[in-house]
């Protein structure tokens, strides 16, 4: 199954049709919250930023069954004629439009999920849904030994990584469409309850901190977390400050956290050019002056956490999260940490070396980071055996 922002709202009948079929559910960025991380057959993410889970899913599966979702990147989608294919979607132009599907029913997906779901035959035969557990499970290990891997000076997954296991009950998460992407689609694990948005065609700079003022406004409740690269920070962050220290005593729960990855780089684009185009990084465009976050946080009122520890990662997430005003949190991490595909085809393994080759100026870095990220998966082996 592949989920997306249209199944929201539908998550028990999604539940309940992939326990009848036996099925896995993988989710595009915007049905993240659709589905808790909690569940052992949800694979997570899907497409460059998904997991290796969901990719082997659609490369090995028979049928799909599409809900509420438009993702358009095909090449992550069972290849024609290889599934049988159902779609629901409440926009008939969608139909057909991603997979060749043989039934496409127009509707909201709860209420033709429960039409539906008293149609659907229970498997008996596991087997499937065992070997999608089971991949799921190494996965989230892998996960893990990647966050914990050292870096210079932190790792921007250990960030996410130890957010996943305090966020608290009924968080709203808002995410940039920079590199911090790539751990919010894959390192946070979310939890029955909880909210999570972004700029879902990745294509919309900055959406991080105006979702997250946007969301305190309309649920002054409920904890905020944003998740936003430096550049960001810089187009329009720093000005969304601006807003939070005028309105954040208006609201019944101040706890508002923003987290910074500070590297200097625009991350996401830099490796898009290495794996993409096969072009060195490109210093003039891609590196951005330094700024002091957490220092204009607090001048505005607010309580600022600079970040160059991995080993106060944790502590950080904990002040923050229970503290009474927004925070800001200035985290220095390691651009050279490559954001890896689930999958890596011949064309980006050879424009990521044609980079190299062109005289990066991150070079060190890259070959030590990209070597101990690829080798996660051992390791995680070998501790096992």
């Not at 187009?235 to 220290?245: E, K, P, S, T, Y």
């Amino acid at each position: 199954m592949l989920v997306g922002a249209g199944a929201l709202g539908a998550g028990e009948e999604v539940s309940v049709a992939a326990e009848k079929l036996g099925a896995g559910v993988a989710k595009a960025l915007l049905g993240k919250a659709v589905l808790p991380d909690d569940l052992p057959y949800v694979t997570g993410s899907i497409g460059l930023l998904g997991t290796k889970p969901s990719w082997e899913m659609m490369k090995e599966c028979d049928t799909l069954l599409m809900v509420g979702s438009g993702f358009p990147y095909a090449e992550f989608l069972p290849k024609e004629g290889q599934a049988r294919g159902v779609q629901i979607d409440i926009s008939p132009r969608m139909l057909g439009l991603r997979y060749p599907m043989e039934v496409n029913l127009q509707g909201d997906a709860r209420l033709t999920l429960r039409a539906l779901i008293p149609l659907l035959e229970q498997k008996q035969d596991r087997s499937w849904r065992e070997g999608i557990e089971k991949d799921v499970a190494e996965w989230w290990e892998v996960l893990e030994a990647r966050a914990k891997l050292a870096a210079n000076p932190i790792n921007p997954q250990l960030l996410f990584w130890e957010l996943s296991a305090q966020l608290p009950d009924q968080v709203i998460l808002t995410c940039d469409s920079g590199s911090a992407a790539n751990w919010y689609a894959r390192d946070l694990k979310l939890r029955r309850g909880m909210m999570a948005s972004l700029s879902g065609g990745l294509a919309t700079m900055c959406p991080g901190v105006p979702y997250a003022v946007a969301a305190k406004m309309n649920y002054p409740d409920r904890p905020v977390i944003a998740m936003v690269g430096d550049g960001a920070m810089q187009m329009q962050g720093i000005n969304g400050l601006v807003n939070i220290a005028k309105y954040w005593k208006q609201w019944s729960n101040p706890n508002l956290v923003i987290l910074v990855l500070n590297n200097g780089d625009l991350n996401q684009v830099t490796w898009e050019q290495r794996v993409m185009n096969g072009d060195a990084k490109f210093a003039a465009s891609q590196d951005i002056p330094r700024f002091p976050y957490a220092g204009y946080a607090e001048m505005l009122g607010l309580d600022g956490i600079r970040l160059e520890d991995p080993g106060q990662v944790r502590e950080a997430w904990k002040t923050a999260l229970r503290a009474k005003r927004p925070v800001v949190i200035d985290a220095m991490c390691d651009p050279d940490v490559p954001p890896l595909p689930p999958h890596i085809t011949f064309d980006q393994a050879k424009g990521f070396v044609a980079s190299l080759f062109k005289g990066d100026p991150n070079l060190g870095g890259i070959m030590s980071q990209s070597a101990k990220q690829m080798m996660s998966k051992l390791l995680v082996r070998n501790e096992k055996s």
